[in-house]
């Protein structure tokens, strides 16, 4: 059975039909983007625009999948608004690893990440359409 405990929900009007389990954007509308950032997970559905729902924006929250899931993978969205496995990052072949703590904060600085991970998985799910419990980040 899959549960959901969230802590604070936000009410809003969206800009647009929305999913239920699907993440919605700080816009009000279904992520349309892969690893975009995410105000939360909508809690029902929205078939049009300019319809109030509530969004799960911390605790655990019910989202579909948009691919296998593993328990404990973090989780970014797909081009469709749904859950799947963040990629994990890598050096380039070729690429010299930087070892000096003041480049390393030079370089990070004042950034996003390319992908926004919104949650960590508490249920796996075989593939796409799944629901499962998820554990909101903030």
């Keep these: 059975m899959t549960q959901a405990r969230s802590v604070f929900d936000q009410s809003v009007v ?6 239920r389990g699907r993440a919605v954007s700080f816009g009000r509308a279904q992520v349309g983007t892969a690893g975009a950032k995410a105000l939360g997970i909508a809690k029902q559905a929205a078939t049009a625009s300019g319809q ?3 969004v799960a924006v911390i605790g655990t929250a019910v989202a579909e999948t948009g691919a ?3 328990v404990g993978d973090s989780l970014v969205t797909d081009d469709q608004g749904r859950m799947v496995p963040a990629s994990l990052l890598t050096v380039a072949a070729g690429a010299t690893g930087v070892t000096s703590s003041a480049a390393n904060g030079a370089i990070l600085t004042g950034a996003d990440l390319p992908q926004f991970v ?4 508490l249920q796996a799910a075989s593939g796409a359409g799944a629901f499962i419990e998820v554990f909101m980040r903030r």
């Design 52 to 54: 109030d729902i509530t």
């Design 14 to 19: 969206s800009a647009g039909a929305i999913a």
């Design 118 to 121: 919104l949650a960590d998985a």
């Design 68 to 70: 296998q899931v593993a």
